[in-house]
Every structure is written in structure tokens, then in C-alpha cells.
């Protein structure tokens, strides 16, 4: 694949803008679509083609890039009488966060009707995406890896192929269900130190030489004291949506649900309490309850 060939891209929220950007700067076309279009429009100054329908993104396209919310997101904007009959000999690579199921479906689907798909969620946030360093999983046919390489290799150093169509999806699940979990669990022991007068500098010089250390813990204390005010990286909304989907692709394999359960009702809590929109570490803020 030749930096030739046209990239539609679509989603420029968070995640999306800043590796739409990468594509142009590697010198891909890009046609993009996104569904506020005030979101995408800052992309013409730096060569991109802004369109109003995601069916004239896909007119001028071989490869089409998704960085959508989620799986419902994706079939409205792919599979809409509009835009599902220009899937014909396209390649869609799907980089949102969904469900080895929601993925197989969306497979099958623009199978159908004559396209590819190849599935390739990433791990990493704003920062990685800005610099082209995600950890980009991909699940599908190898050949159509292969030949996506060019366009993958724009948002990650070292894109691997995992499997089949889902074995990507469910890596992604399983590593942003320690992300979901260790988020509450550090905000737990952060609230038993507040709560118990501890020196939050002790706890954290102890932590810190100890084997369980995790340098996440030290970049989201900021915003888990601050939740509000803190810049959003990854809203709380989308690790409510994952943690559900780890729920139901762990129920699919009979695989214990009690901690994916607990974290669900605080991730739903958190958005309940207003909290959606900020980044997911405000968790902590249900935590600490006060
Ligand atoms: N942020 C991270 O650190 C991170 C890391 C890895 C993976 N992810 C995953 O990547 C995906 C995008 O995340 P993000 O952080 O970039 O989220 P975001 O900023 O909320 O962007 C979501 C995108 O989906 C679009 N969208 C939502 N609902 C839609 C609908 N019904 N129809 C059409 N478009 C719709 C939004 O359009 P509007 O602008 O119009 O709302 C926006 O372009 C999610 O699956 C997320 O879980 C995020």
C-alpha cells in the first residue's frame, strides 16, 4: 500500500483527531468525516479534506479508518443506507474500543457487502496517539494486515497481528480491564490514607520501591485529587462502556465476573454522579465519597 492510496477517516474526537493528524503527516490523503464537524474541521489547515457525510468520505477512499465511540456509533455511520452499498472493495480497520462479538458481527457484515475488515483497537491514550507510539492490535486476515501495514505502522511503531477477527477485541478487553481495576484500586488505598491520616509522601515513597508499584498510579494522583478541573485523556464514559464489555466477554466464557461486577457499579456511579465526561481516574472521587 502506497501513501498514494486515500485514507477516510472518521471520529475525530480525543483519540481520532490526533491520528488522523499522523496519517497526513506520513503523507496519506485523508478525506475526514466526523459527526460534529466543528471537531474535524482544524484538519483542512494541514491538508485533509472535510466532508459532511461519512458515504462522500467513503466515495474518495480505499482504506477506511474508524475511531468511533462504538459499535453502535460504527454501524450508523458505516452501515446507513447511504454509505453500506460504497463498502465494495474497501478496507475498513476499525480502532475503537468494542466486543469480540460486536467486532465478528461488523465483520460479517461488511463482508457482505463486498468490503474487508480488519479489527485493530490500541492500547496507549492522547499522548501515544500524538506521537505514533499506540500498541496496535490487529485481528483479522494476515494478508490484509500485511497489506494495511503502511497505514497501521502511522499510529504505532510495532503493529502486531494477534489472530482471527476478536482476538484483538478481547486483548484489548483483558488489558483495559487492569487499567479499569487498578485505577480503583489505588483510589481505595488513596482514600484510606487521606481518610487515615497518613502522609500521602510516606505511602507514596513505600509504594514506590515496592514490587507493586505502577507508574500510572503516580500520574492519575493529580486527577483523582482533582477530578474536575483535570485534562480528560480518557473520559470515564468510555471505561464504563469497556468495563461492560469485559462483563459480557467474560460471561461468554464462563470467566468469574465478581471484580468486573464491583467495577461496574463504580464506573456506572461515577457517571451517574456527573462525572462521564471527565477523565476515568475521577473513579476516585465515588471513592473517596466525599
Ligand atoms: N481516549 C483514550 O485514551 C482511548 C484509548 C484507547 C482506545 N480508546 C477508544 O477509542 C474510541 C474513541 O475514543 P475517544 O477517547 O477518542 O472518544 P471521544 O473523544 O468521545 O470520541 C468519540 C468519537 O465517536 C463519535 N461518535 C460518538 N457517538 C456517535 C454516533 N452515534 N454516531 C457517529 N459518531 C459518534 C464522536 O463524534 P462527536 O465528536 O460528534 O461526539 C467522536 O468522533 C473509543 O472506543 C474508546 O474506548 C480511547
Not at 69 to 83: Q, Y
Not at 244 to 262: F, G, K, P, Q, Y
Not at 264 to 290: F, P, S
Request: charged residues 20%.
Amino acid at each position: 500500500m502506497s501513501t498514494t492510496c486515500t485514507v477516510a477517516f472518521f471520529g475525530t474526537g480525543l483519540m481520532g483527531f490526533p491520528m488522523a493528524k499522523r496519517l497526513l503527516a506520513s503523507g496519506f490523503p485523508v478525506t475526514a468525516w466526523n459527526r460534529s464537524r466543528e471537531k474535524a474541521l482544524p484538519l483542512k489547515a494541514l491538508g485533509a479534506e472535510v466532508v459532511t457525510t461519512p458515504a462522500q468520505a467513503l466515495e474518495q477512499a480505499d482504506v477506511a479508518v474508524l475511531m468511533l465511540a462504538h459499535a453502535d456509533a460504527i454501524r450508523k455511520t458505516l452501515l446507513g443506507a447511504e454509505a453500506a452499498p460504497l463498502l465494495a472493495k474497501k478496507s475498513v480497520v476499525q480502532m475503537g474500543t468494542i466486543g469480540p462479538e460486536e467486532s465478528r458481527d461488523l465483520a460479517a457484515d461488511i463482508t457482505s457487502l463486498g468490503g474487508r475488515y480488519l479489527e485493530a483497537p490500541v492500547l496507549g491514550s492522547v499522548p501515544q496517539a500524538e506521537a505514533g507510539k499506540l500498541e496496535v492490535m490487529a485481528g483479522g486476515d494476515k494478508a490484509l494486515f500485511d497489506e494495511l501495514f503502511p497505514v497501521l505502522r502511522c499510529f504505532g511503531r510495532h503493529p502486531r497481528w494477534i489472530g482471527p477477527v476478536g482476538t484483538a477485541a478481547t486483548l484489548k478487553l483483558a488489558l483495559n480491564h487492569l487499567i479499569a481495576a487498578q485505577a480503583a484500586a489505588f483510589a481505595t488505598s488513596l482514600a484510606l490514607v487521606q481518610k487515615g491520616q497518613v502522609p500521602l509522601e510516606v505511602f507514596l515513597e513505600i509504594l514506590r520501591g515496592s514490587a507493586f508499584y505502577a507508574p500510572t498510579f503516580e500520574r492519575k494522583l493529580p486527577v483523582m485529587l482533582n477530578p474536575v478541573h483535570a485534562k480528560v485523556n480518557f473520559p470515564a464514559k468510555h471505561m464504563l462502556k469497556d468495563v461492560r464489555l469485559i462483563r459480557a466477554a467474560a460471561e461468554a466464557s464462563a470467566v468469574n465476573t465478581t471484580l468486573v461486577a464491583a467495577l461496574e457499579v463504580l464506573y456506572a456511579a461515577t457517571e451517574k454522579a456527573g462525572l462521564g465526561d471527565a477523565d476515568y481516574a475521577a473513579v476516585a472521587r465515588l471513592i473517596v465519597g466525599d
